[in-house]
């Protein structure tokens, strides 16, 4: 369930892991960050002591990178602190990379966050004689523990929560102390951190996929709290010092959900995974014998629903094409006024907000800082905001009033693909609800859409069987430089989507067009070369995009057209032609975009580009 506000500031990304126990420590944290790599990938460090000493590896790129550079070296250990990163202060660089030590190389840490006063702190430890060799906010961080460790002659929990207290910022850290090879301490303040708990040993990871496969049993650290965490046992503090006791939760997330499973990428696993998913989100939500919808998430909103004039809803990235595509449903069923807003411009221009508006944030992570701070101005304006969201428990759903989770299960490609689909479905079932709550729907009506709703699984299942088909496409058109996705209506966020898609995984310059704007600028591009992929199913607009089509084709421009099965209007004029199941013009949203998502992908594929992990992105973009 969406729980009550905690305060969150934005961060920077970063995976961190640690191990204590009595486990190879070595090939869990660099599984680990594999499993974390969503958060970055910019460099990657593992520091780890074992009987002999202590060795610290660090490698730009990625954590095989580190993996192969330390192949034949001692990475033996049974306590470890590990980090993947996503560079904002200072290049990726060997230099850059985390753990960081302290002045005298005894203390490491590794960091996820930002520490906003650094630059002072830095000039105080350098007038105390403090070398530094990194540009990071992270190394100051650890000399400023070691030196009030050595002023205060206290020990290293004190000493860390005496400097905690002194920063300004963002962060989840782990601490090893190269001296004390019994115990990690870790803290954390805006960026997540959780605590696995084992028998004998502990695990410490920016979320829980790292721990899964030794122990189902996680401590949520909360803001402001720092855990001693020893083989034997813990402690947990809060900054203030007063002693906490943790609560046990047991993680419902399953280990194959992690796993590619037999496929050649995680984006296409999870692109094969979308009529399960879809059906999960559903599951529990529609009563069709009764023609109802149920969203328990938001019931205690039922009648804010039903009464609200205006629904804002906050995005980024493809969650803001789920909006804009939310729009339209919310719009026509529950005839209500909807604003789809850039997260991040909304945030900066003073928005006028009032205690009657609805603002609904959509997000895959729950930890997207420009929503997150979008969140907290429509908040302290005093709208009631509710979240869709996919991670259980991320920072999202804490601080809004309430929302519906997808249920999407672990999104691991960088490129959203099952969490689009969901967070559609997710809007399609709140546009009827509102509708349901409004009688803005006849029952009928009502009925006879859910029914359909439940055969959307069916039909996407049909359509990635021309997975082949569009493969074929893919090779026809791999080497543009360029192209165009035009829709028009609800055909529209898909054809936005469909350029993203391509654009993020094969670098091709793409563009989304409500189609009837072509003629206002993009039409000048359109030549022999310009791909142009229509979205021409048969709906509201279909004979308007043939006409688009005819002015493409009349400039020699290459069409894929993704159409209605059976059409034959189309398919005498597009190049190429996949089908997609005839269906109500509500779920082509939910229907179109698969094959968009499979042409990117093949794209991608033959382009030999890094489909999973895209160059210069991020899973969860915690950095404004
Ligand atoms: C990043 C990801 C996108 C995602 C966007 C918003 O850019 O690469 O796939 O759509 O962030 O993320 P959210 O987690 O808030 O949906």
């Not at 969406?2 to 090939?27: E, Q």
């Not at 410490?204 to 402001?224: F, G, Q, R």
């Not at 879809?278 to 039922?302: F, H, N, S, T």
């Not at 969901?422 to 009928?444: D, N």
């Amino acid at each position: 369930m969406f729980i009550d506000y905690l305060s969150l500031k934005s961060k920077i990304m970063c995976g961190i892991v640690g191990y204590i126990g009595f486990r190879d420590a070595w090939p869990i944290v660099i599984k680990g960050l594999k499993r974390l790599e969503y958060r970055g990938y910019d460099s990657a460090g593992i520091a780890i002591i074992n009987h002999e000493g202590f060795n610290v590896y660090k490698k730009v790129g990625k954590v095989s990178y580190l993996e192969a550079h330390a192949e034949n070296q001692d990475t033996s250990g049974y306590i470890a602190i590990g980090h993947t990163r996503w560079a904002t202060h200072g290049i990726p660089s060997d230099l850059n990379s985390h753990p960081h030590a302290s002045n005298d190389n005894r203390l490491h840490i590794i960091h996820n966050g930002i520490i906003e006063n650094y630059s002072t702190l830095k000039e105080e430890l350098i007038n105390r004689g403090h070398k530094f060799k990194s540009e990071t906010d992270t190394e100051v961080l650890i000399h400023l523990v070691e030196e009030i460790q050595n002023i205060e002659q206290t020990d290293l929990l004190e000493a860390v929560r005496l400097a905690l207290n002194t920063v300004i910022g963002a962060y989840a850290i782990v601490i090893l102390d190269r001296e004390n090879p019994g115990q990690l301490i870790a803290a954390r303040k805006g960026s997540p951190l959780v605590i696995g708990v084992g028998e004998g040993e502990y695990f410490i990871a920016s979320d829980a996929t790292p721990i899964i496969e030794y122990t189902k049993n996680v401590i949520y650290l909360k803001d402001n709290e720092i855990a001693l965490v020893k083989r034997d046992g813990l402690l947990v503090k809060r900054l203030d010092n007063v002693i906490q006791t943790p609560l046990i939760q047991e993680l419902e997330m399953k280990l194959e959900s992690l796993e590619k499973g037999g496929f050649e990428h995680f984006m296409l696993k999870e692109i094969f995974e979308q009529p399960r998913s879809i059906k999960d989100c559903m599951r529990g939500r529609i009563i069709p014998e009764i023609g109802k919808v149920e969203l328990g998430g938001v019931k205690e909103y039922a009648d804010k629903l039903k009464n609200v004039e205006r629904i804002i809803i906050i995005a980024c990235g493809t969650s803001w094409h789920a909006g804009l595509a939310g729009e339209y449903l919310i719009e026509e069923y529950g005839r209500v006024s909807v604003e789809v807003e850039y997260a991040s411009e909304f945030r900066y221009r003073n928005p006028i907000i009032s205690e009657n508006d609805i603002v609904i944030a959509i997000s895959q992570s729950g930890e997207t800082a420009d929503t997150m701070a979008a969140i907290e101005i429509a908040k302290e304006r005093g709208a009631t905001i509710l979240g869709i969201c996919n991670v259980v428990g991320a920072s999202i759903p804490r601080i809004t009033h309430a929302g519906v989770y997808t249920h999407a299960g672990p999104e691991i490609g960088v490129a959203s693909t099952k969490a689009f689909t969901a967070q559609v479905t997710v809007l399609t079932l709140l546009a009827l609800y509102i509708a349901q709550q409004k009688g803005t729907i006849t029952s009928s009506k009502l009925t006879r859409l859910l029914t359909e709703l439940e055969t959307i699984p069916e039909k996407v299942q049909t359509l990635l069987a021309d997975n082949d088909l569009i493969k074929s496409i893919a090779s026809k058109i791999k080497n543009a430089s360029n192209c165009l996705f035009l829709g028009r209506g609800s055909g529209f966020p898909v054809a936005l989507e469909g350029a993203l898609k391509l654009k993020e995984i094969s670098y091709i310059h793409a563009e989304g067009y409500p189609a009837a704007e072509m003629k206002h600028g993009p039409i000048a591009l359109i030549d022999e070369a310009m791909p142009v992929v229509f979205i021409a199913t048969k709906n509201s607009s279909y004979d308007k995009v043939i006409s688009n089509i005819q002015e493409v084709k009349a400039r020699k421009g290459i069409v894929i057209a993704i159409v209605t099965q059976g059409d034959t209007k189309v398919r005498e004029m597009a190049d190429y032609c996949i089908e997609i199941p005839d269906a109500d013009e509500a779920f082509l949203p939910l229907l179109a975009t698969i094959p968009l998502q499979l042409l990117a992908y093949h794209i991608a594929v033959m382009r030999g580009c890094n489909v999973d992990q895209p160059r210069n992105l991020a899973k969860s973009v915690t950095v404004e």
